[in-house]
């Protein structure tokens, strides 16, 4: 029978060298501390960089949300954009002058302002008794006249859009002079020219609100080119229609 010590020398096996770890000499062990130390490491660094995913892209969905924001023209203030017309289509920024009336599409310097609209201020304006009056005086909607207000100029008396329109409900300068507005910026008397230009619109297009609200936008010529409500009065008419909507909503709940 053969002993094991000359049978392990047949297979001829040199055994593994270890050396004392002051000695400089490299040992083919690798302890088991240093694997331990080992996947640390490797556990550490996976989670330094799924922080800085995450911390990534919580900068990009801010960043995002910043994007959302909009610079008011007039106060220079940053506000959310928060519209209850928030579903209209097109864009009313298009400028067409209309040679056969006064009216040209203007775009207001505060009606592009997107803030948030309370319930309380879609029941109650600082010049409720002007719209009030100038309804009953052309037998029409005081949410109409409300409504074309706000989309115009927010209610601001002293707003000027690049276009030249002035007021409350933006009258043209020769539109104002035609429905006997002798101050512009005087609130009651631009509201009731406005509620005139608009009663006007309303004789005009047989009661076609939309149509009525496209020429008071546009101009009348505009209107009748188009054969409807061109393109680029989407916006406004639907923006109208929906503070006009908001208004009569506030009102009706108390």
């Given at each position: 029978?053969?002993?094991?010590?000359?049978?392990?020398?047949?297979?001829?096996?040199?055994?593994?060298?270890?050396?004392?770890?002051?000695?400089?000499?490299?040992?083919?062990?690798?302890?088991?501390?240093?694997?331990?130390?080992?996947?640390?490491?490797?556990?550490?660094?996976?989670?330094?960089?799924?922080?800085?995913?995450?911390?990534?892209?919580?900068?990009?969905?801010?960043?995002k949300v910043e994007d959302t924001r909009y610079k008011d023209p007039v106060t220079g203030k940053t506000v959310m954009y928060i519209d209850v017309a928030e579903k209209t289509t097109g864009d009313?920024?298009?400028?067409?002058?209309?040679?056969?009336?006064?009216?040209?599409?203007?775009?207001?310097?505060?009606?592009?302002?997107?803030?948030?609209?309370?319930?309380?201020?879609?029941?109650?304006?600082?010049?409720?008794?002007?719209?009030?009056?100038?309804?009953?005086?052309?037998?029409?909607?005081?949410?109409?006249?409300?409504?074309?207000?706000?989309?115009?100029?927010?209610?601001?008396?002293?707003?000027?859009?690049?276009?030249?329109?002035?007021?409350?409900?933006?009258?043209?300068?020769?539109?104002?002079?035609?429905?006997?507005?002798?101050?512009?910026?005087?609130?009651?008397?631009?509201?009731?020219?406005?509620?005139?230009?608009?009663?006007?619109?309303?004789?005009?297009?047989?009661?076609?609100?939309?149509?009525?609200?496209?020429?008071?936008?546009?101009?009348?010529?505009?209107?009748?080119?188009?054969?409807?409500?061109?393109?680029?009065?989407?916006?406004?008419?639907?923006?109208?229609?929906?503070?006009?909507?908001?208004?009569?909503?506030?009102?009706?709940?108390?």
């Amino acid at each position: 029978m053969i002993s094991t010590v000359s049978y392990l020398n047949t297979l001829n096996i040199k055994p593994i060298k270890t050396y004392p770890e002051n000695s400089g000499r490299e040992t083919t062990i690798t302890s088991f501390e240093k694997v331990l130390s080992d996947k640390k490491d490797q556990v550490s660094k996976k989670s330094t960089k799924k922080q800085e995913k995450t911390e990534s892209n919580a900068d990009t969905t801010n960043t995002k949300v910043e994007d959302t924001r909009y610079k008011d023209p007039v106060t220079g203030k940053t506000v959310m954009y928060i519209d209850v017309a928030e579903k209209t289509t097109g864009d009313s920024n298009n400028a067409d002058t209309d040679n056969n009336d006064n009216n040209t599409v203007k775009k207001s310097s505060s009606s592009s302002s997107k803030s948030a609209v309370s319930a309380s201020a879609m029941k109650k304006t600082k010049y409720d008794t002007y719209f009030k009056e100038a309804a009953k005086k052309y037998n029409i909607s005081e949410s109409l006249l409300k409504a074309i207000a706000k989309a115009e100029s927010d209610f601001d008396p002293n707003c000027l859009s690049s276009a030249g329109a002035m007021g409350v409900m933006q009258l043209m300068p020769e539109t104002a002079k035609e429905l006997g507005v002798d101050d512009p910026y005087d609130p009651e008397q631009n509201i009731m020219g406005g509620a005139k230009c608009i009663a006007q619109k309303l004789k005009e297009f047989n009661g076609d609100i939309k149509l009525a609200l496209a020429a008071y936008n546009a101009g009348s010529g505009a209107v009748r080119r188009n054969g409807g409500v061109p393109s680029y009065c989407n916006t406004y008419v639907n923006r109208v229609l929906s503070y006009k909507e908001a208004f009569e909503t506030a009102n009706a709940v108390g």
